[in-house]
Structures are given as structure tokens and as C-alpha cells.
């Protein structure tokens, strides 16, 4: 049923798009987050390599994930998430790219390929190209105590003032971290009382949100809401008061990286446009379009603004760092254990 | 083909069936049917299909009827509950603003009743989504609202992220798909009806009972299916203006297929499915007794 359905699919793709898919030479099919590179980058890449992009944007890993997996559409390069790339290589979907044709990954930084073992060991299938931290973003005039931990998420002094991030393994992260477990945890006893707290901050929430998180933030409408560290440079340098803080109880850090679908029908031009996102020029590109952290060593060196450059948002000490642990994907029925936990806490 | 149906509950028998003169323009014109037919069985029948084939099986291709028996989970159950009670307070609503309105565009004598009839159309000129995004920046606490009552000193208002905030964003939205459907069944009710009436001598109510409502129902039925259904099934303005914090069946359903749990999203598919049938089902069945007792 599958089968049938990607090709009925394909077919219906083939059909919109033989009018216009006629004009021959070199393609790289991209799926990458949204608003998640400078666009221009693209066109500079047609013109170093006459290679044309074919970019689509995904909202979230979820989104992404059936799509290559039912080969509804091929993609030659997509940008997952570290337990999601974990996934794909468990479900062997992922080919291992010949890194003779990636030689700027030398310009990665030694950090970020040692994390990424964490997902992917011996850093055989994926390339990291952004990453960061989960955090609490507030507002320095509505609180009046510093805030250096996840309790202000549930603490009923701020009542309705609380924008809780809609995300089941970060909002599941945050109350096992704040309970002194690991964020990665599987114990059904750890999980139960995370449900638990999550459950005790429901009336406390004044929306789950995602994205919407910046632009309420930005506007004043809670004291306290969860972001990632990327948005955060973003909306402190529309709204002053705003500060981001990693609290002390530990985080997430996750990286995104560059992985090549084993069903991909360029693999070299997709290795040459991985090999062109390592370029430091470009990389710093992207960095100053979407204000994520770059782990290109090339691109942080080229860096002009100073404090931009020395931003512990953008470019945490090891001290937060040694507090942040990356999610490893926990298997299916784990997966859905956390699902199923996590509408039971906001089902009241 | 449902809103091809709703819409069509009063539209005139086709003079070509009365007199067989035209035979051949029937024929030929069936050809005509053909692209929606396409269209239908591309994206109405398959889809349908396939919903109904990952409602009913498992991840290993085996047959279940787990997936439709997850409504009975009480966190599923209760969202459906949450969604029949808010999209009938909202059906409700709808029908009280609209009939009225419906009846004052029929009476006025205005030429330009096609201008008012426009300004309720001219929202929908707007994207949905636009529209809703717009009521949450209407509504939020740092909103145009509470700016407002700030300014007057006014205690400020809470509605955004409560089901009242999503009731009106439903009838908001949905409010033209009463008006219009109403408004065009009573004023195809012949003056002539009304005056025979008032002749033997109705009142005003007794016309309004006996003539006018009986004579309107299919375009009320028409215009509750029309409200109710996508009301039910809504997950956008309960997501954008509850804040997610109230879950109606449409967003269980919505999360569903993004944490990639086709099935389950499927199988509950099925059951809003059924809720939708019986609704109709029962609509129709009014309808009908509409169409038997007031047309001649």
C-alpha cells in the first residue's frame, strides 16, 4: 500500500512537474528546516558549481521523517536532528558519504564531531551544521529574582505567566532534569513523576507554544517562556529585556546535521553542496541570516562583531556545557510511552 | 460531494427533465461530469481509502480495530466531548446571529442588498489562517483589547487561550456559511406565498411559523452542516487561539500524524467521520420533511 501510494504520488509529482523540470543539468535535492539558511548561499552554490538546489523546508523532524522513509519524494541531502539521525541510521535509511569529497569538514570543530558520536559513532553518516542549547528566556522586568533554574516553570508565582515549549522530548527534558534525572531516561518510575509535574503545570501555562514563543516573548506577553538558544539572540536584540539563561539543573544541547538519504540519486552533488555549507564564508553566511551557533571553526574565527563572537548565548563556556546532554533516540515504543505521557499531562 | 449536496437542497428541478424535448443535451452533458469525477475519485475516494486502510491496521499490516477503539481513551474521549460541546455553542450562535440577519436583508427594501451581502462575504477574501492570527493579536493580554480598556483605566479582559476565545474564533470564521445559504433560501420564497398567507388570515407569527420557517429549513440545514461540521473538525483555531492548552479532537488527531502515528490518527479520523454521518444523517432526514410539506 505504501508502494502504490508513493507512486501515485510520484506520478501526480511527475505530472505538475514535466512542464516546468525540463531544462537538464546538475540538481541537489535539499529538505532543511525553515528559515534555516541564507538563501542566497543557494544561489552562490548554482554559480561555484552550476549545480541547481531544489529546496523544500520541513517545520519539524516528525515531519520530515515519513517522508523519506515512505519515499514519497527523494531528497539527496536533509538536516535532522541528532536522535533523529540516530533513528534514520538505526532504520538504515542513510548512506555514508566519501569524505574525500567533504574536505572542509575540517573546519568543524573537534567538539562538535566528538557530541555528534553520541548519535552517530565514528561520525560516519551525518556532518554537524548547527546546534545549541534549551533554555528559559525572561523578561528582566517582570521578575524580580534571578532565574537560574527550571523551578520558575513551575512555580505559582508566575501563574499564567509561563509559555511552556509545545515539544514532547523537551518539555519531557526539562521536568526530569529539574527532578535530577537523565533527560534521556527510560525508567518508567522517572517518567511517571515527570508526567506528574508537567501535570501540576498545566493550570500554571499560559500557552504551549513552539515558534510563537519569540514573538510573545518579543511582545511582552509572559515573563517566562522556553526557547532555543538560536532564537534567543534574535529576540534579546529586539527586546532589551529579554535574557536567555541555560539553569543550573543541566539541558539539552542538540545538533543538526547534513545527512545523505540512501535512496539519493546525487550523491556526489550532494556531497559538494555539504562540502560548499562547511565553507566558512558560507557557513558564517548562514550564521549571521539565523543567528543559530555554528560549529565551523572557520566561520566562529571570521566572526567581526566581538561580542557577538564571545556570546555565551551563541557560544556557551564548557561549564554550561558540561551540564547539557544530547537526546539519543529511545526506540519506538519508548517514543510512544513519552507520546502517550505527555497528552496525559496536558489532557488535565 | 457532501457540499455539493448541502448546496444543492434547493436548487429548481432542471426544466429538461419536465419536457424530453432536450434528450440529447442530457446525454451529451453527462461528459461533463467528467473532470469532477476525476477530481473525486483523485482526491476524495482514494484518500478515503487510505484513511480507511490505516484506521483499521497496525504498523505490521496486521487488521485491528485498536486504532478506532483509542477514542475510548478518556483523554481522546474527553477532547471529543470538548469539540461537540464548543462546535454546537457555536452552530448555536451562528444560527442566532445569522437567521435574523437573513430575514432583515430579505425585508429591507434596500437596492443594495447585494452590498451588505458582500461586506459578510468580503472577510473570507482574507486567508483563514490571517483571520485567526488576527483575533489572537486582538486578544492577547498585551492585545489591541486590553490596550484599549488600559487606556480607559478598565479592568483588562482574559479570554485569549479559554474556550471562549475559540467559540468565537468559530463563529468568526464560520459565520458566512449561515448567512449565505439562509439568506438565499428566503429570498427565492415567493412574496405571493406570504400574502396568500396573511389573506386567510395569519398574523405576523403565524406566517412567520407556518410559512416563512418551514420554507427556510433546507437553507438552516444546509448552513448548520456547514458550520457544524468544520467546527468540529477544526484544529487551527483551537491550536492558535486556546494556546494549545485545550485539546479538541482535531488537535489529538493533528498530533497524531505528526508524531508519524498514521494509524491512530486515521482510526479517530474514522470516528469524527461517523459523528459527522449522524449529524447529517439526522439533517437530512429534517430536510427532507422540509422540502415534503413545504414545496409544492
Redesign the interface.
Known amino acids: 500500500?505504501k508502494k502504490l501510494?508513493a507512486i501515485?504520488a510520484l506520478l501526480i509529482v511527475m505530472v505538475l512537474l514535466a512542464g516546468c523540470s525540463d531544462n537538464g543539468g546538475e540538481k541537489v535535492y535539499v529538505y532543511n528546516w525553515g528559515e534555516y539558511l541564507d538563501y542566497e548561499t543557494l544561489e552562490l552554490f548554482k554559480e561555484r558549481t552550476g549545480i541547481t538546489v531544489v529546496y523544500e523546508e520541513f517545520v519539524?523532524n516528525?515531519?520530515m521523517?515519513?517522508k523519506v522513509e515512505s519515499e514519497a519524494v527523494i531528497y539527496d541531502v536533509v538536516c535532522p536532528s541528532d536522535y533523529m539521525i540516530q533513528k534514520m541510521i538505526e532504520n538504515d535509511l542513510l548512506y555514508a558519504p566519501n569524505f574525500d569529497n567533504i574536505p572542509n569538514i575540517k573546519y568543524i570543530d573537534e567538539t562538535y564531531l566528538k557530541s555528534s558520536e553520541e548519535f552517530d559513532p565514528g561520525n560516519k553518516y551525518s556532518v554537524p551544521y548547527c546546534w545549541g542549547t534549551l533554555g528559559i528566556l525572561y523578561n528582566k522586568t517582570m521578575v524580580d529574582e534571578p532565574i537560574d533554574s527550571w523551578g520558575v516553570l513551575f512555580d505559582e508565582k508566575y501563574s499564567g505567566e509561563i509559555l511552556m515549549i509545545?515539544s514532547?522530548r523537551d518539555a519531557f527534558a526539562i521536568a526530569l532534569k529539574y527532578l535530577g534525572y537523565d533527560l534521556n531516561s527510560t525508567n518508567e518510575a522517572e517518567l511517571e513523576e515527570a508526567k506528574a509535574l508537567l501535570k501540576k503545570q498545566?493550570p500554571l501555562?499560559?500557552?504551549?507554544?513552539v515558534d510563537e514563543v519569540r514573538d510573545?516573548m518579543i511582545?511582552?506577553?509572559a515573563a517566562i517562556g522556553v526557547i532555543y538558544s538560536g532564537e534567543a539572540i534574535y529576540t534579546s536584540r529586539e527586546n532589551p529585556d529579554l535574557e536567555y539563561v541555560v539553569p543550573k539543573e543541566g539541558s539539552n544541547v542538540w545538533i543538526d546535521g547534513w545527512v545523505i538519504p540512501k535512496n539519493s540519486k546525487n550523491k556526489e552533488n550532494a556531497e559538494a553542496f555539504i562540502n560548499f555549507m562547511c565553507d566558512p564564508e558560507i557557513a558564517l553566511m548562514n550564521f549571521n541570516y539565523i543567528t543559530y551557533s555554528t560549529p565551523n571553526s572557520g566561520a566562529w574565527n571570521l566572526i567581526e562583531d566581538e561580542a557577538v563572537k564571545n556570546s555565551p548565548v551563541a557560544f556557551p563556556p564548557q561549564d554550561i556545557l558540561d551540564r547539557c546532554t544530547a537526546y539519543r533516540y529511545l526506540g519506538e515504543e519508548v517514543?510512544?510511552n513519552y507520546?502517550q505521557k505527555w497528552?496525559?499531562a496536558?489532557?488535565? | 460531494m457532501k457540499i455539493i449536496n448541502v448546496l444543492n437542497t434547493k436548487a429548481p428541478k432542471s426544466n429538461l427533465q419536465k419536457n424530453g424535448t432536450h434528450n440529447l443535451g442530457i446525454r451529451n452533458s453527462k461528459w461533463l461530469s467528467f473532470p469532477y469525477i476525476l477530481w473525486m475519485a483523485g482526491f476524495i475516494i482514494i484518500p478515503l481509502i487510505v484513511i480507511v486502510y490505516y484506521g483499521m491496521t497496525t504498523n505490521d499490516k496486521r487488521i485491528t480495530i485498536d486504532n478506532i477503539a483509542s477514542i475510548l481513551n478518556p483523554i481522546n474521549l474527553r477532547a471529543l466531548r470538548l469539540a461537540l460541546e464548543l462546535s454546537l455553542i457555536s452552530t448555536i450562535i451562528c444560527l442566532v446571529l445569522a437567521y435574523p440577519l437573513a430575514i432583515i436583508l430579505r425585508k429591507s427594501k434596500m437596492k443594495n442588498n447585494s452590498f451588505i451581502v458582500m461586506i459578510i462575504i468580503l472577510p473570507m477574501w482574507m486567508n483563514f489562517l490571517l483571520r485567526t492570527i488576527a483575533w489572537q493579536n486582538i486578544l492577547e493580554r498585551t492585545g489591541v483589547i486590553n490596550v484599549f480598556l488600559k487606556l480607559l483605566n478598565l479592568p483588562s479582559l482574559n479570554i485569549i487561550n479559554t474556550p471562549g476565545a475559540i467559540v468565537l474564533g468559530m463563529v468568526y470564521n464560520f459565520l458566512p456559511f449561515m448567512v449565505l445559504p439562509i439568506y438565499n433560501v428566503l429570498i427565492k420564497i415567493d412574496k405571493d406565498v406570504i400574502n396568500a398567507a396573511r389573506d386567510l388570515g395569519a398574523n405576523g407569527m403565524q406566517t412567520f411559523m407556518k410559512i416563512i420557517l418551514p420554507l427556510s429549513l433546507p437553507g438552516v440545514i444546509s448552513g448548520i452542516t456547514m458550520v457544524f461540521v468544520p467546527s468540529l473538525t477544526t484544529f487551527v483555531i483551537s491550536n492558535i487561539l486556546g494556546g494549545s492548552k485545550i485539546v479538541l479532537i482535531g488537535n489529538v488527531i493533528e498530533q497524531q500524524f505528526r508524531v508519524g502515528n498514521w494509524h491512530t490518527g486515521s482510526g479517530l479520523s474514522l470516528v469524527l467521520m461517523i459523528f459527522i454521518l449522524i449529524s447529517m444523517a439526522i439533517l437530512s432526514k429534517y430536510d427532507k420533511e422540509g422540502e415534503g410539506s413545504g414545496l409544492w
Open positions: 500500500m501510494l501515485s519539524q516528525e515531519d521523517y515519513p509545545d514532547v498545566y501555562v499560559q500557552a504551549y507554544v510573545k511582545g511582552g506577553e517514543e510512544a507520546i497528552y496525559e496536558k489532557g488535565e
